[in-house]
């Protein structure tokens, strides 16, 4: 049994949470550590089970809370080199263990497999993480499906998601052209559309839980975020995160 919640998740900060009975890990940290314990302390989630926190890429609302949070609790800090070469000094963690992008990392009982996506940062990766035969991914900053996405999302049974932007929103709306290209780009975000196809095409037979995540708070909502599932719903439960709160927790079992 593996329970996941997440902590926050948005442009403004994200952090997931995924635990078992003795252990724990969070990936990434875009909110401050007094947030981090507030809403897991919200959700009766323990703290003293997080054993690490792997960093997803260098953008401050993934990494901005990492210094303070794994100070705080003791733990390690899991990045790879290229992006601790890229955080700044004073939101760097004093316990750093660097890992190669494909590498899979053992923390307690759980390995967190980690592996390069496509987003504008130095090498940004993403992570499943396995437990007993229970795999729960998290799949942000994500401009295009590629193959190891694909193939690591096939595998798992809840999902933390990206759905970042409507197309017409972002389309029609207040940004400049170069912000509009770079959002929608191979190296940008997941649209509604785009996370919707990649989970009808890809999903595992046994999958149970998706969290919409990392939506844009200008160019996207949650209402319209959850209507693009919406024919996927008969199959799984599909939720949209919150980017002020931490979500439900949901426990999954090996299906």
């Known amino acids: 049994m593996v329970e996941i919640c997440a902590l926050a998740s948005g442009s403004n900060g994200n952090c997931y949470y995924i635990g078992n009975s003795t252990n724990a890990v969070l990936i990434d940290a875009g909110i401050s550590c007094r947030q981090v314990l507030l809403r897991m302390a919200a959700k009766n989630l323990d703290p003293a089970k ?12 993934h990494c901005s809370g990492i210094g303070i949070l794994s100070k705080r609790l003791g733990i390690p800090a899991y990045m790879t080199s290229r992006t601790r070469g890229c955080i700044r000094s004073d939101q760097q963690a004093t316990d750093i263990q660097e890992f190669a992008p ?17 987003h504008d940062a130095a090498e940004p990766c993403s992570f499943r993480i396995e437990y007993e035969g229970t795999s729960v ?23 933390f998601l990206e759905s970042n932007y409507d197309e017409e929103m972002l389309r029609t709306g207040s940004y400049p052209y170069y912000l509009k290209a770079r959002i929608s780009s191979d190296y940008g975000h997941l649209s509604n559309r785009q996370a919707m ?15 919409l995540s990392h939506l844009s708070a200008e160019n996207n909502r949650p209402e319209i975020a959850a209507s693009a599932f919406d024919e996927l719903r008969a199959r799984f439960t599909i939720e949209v995160t919150d980017r002020y709160a931490a979500s439900k927790v949901y426990t999954v079992k090996e299906g």
């Open 50 to 61: 997080v054993k690490a926190i792997f960093v997803s890429h260098e953008h401050a609302d």
């Open 102 to 118: 494909g590498d899979t990392i053992i923390i307690g009982n759980f390995s967190i497999h980690s592996f390069l996506k496509k």
């Open 137 to 159: 991914g998290v799949f942000t900053d994500i401009g295009l499906s590629c193959n190891r996405v694909r193939h690591h999302l096939s595998q798992c049974h809840a999902l």
């Open 197 to 211: 196809e990649l989970l009808r095409q890809h999903h595992h037979p046994a999958l149970q839980v998706v969290l």
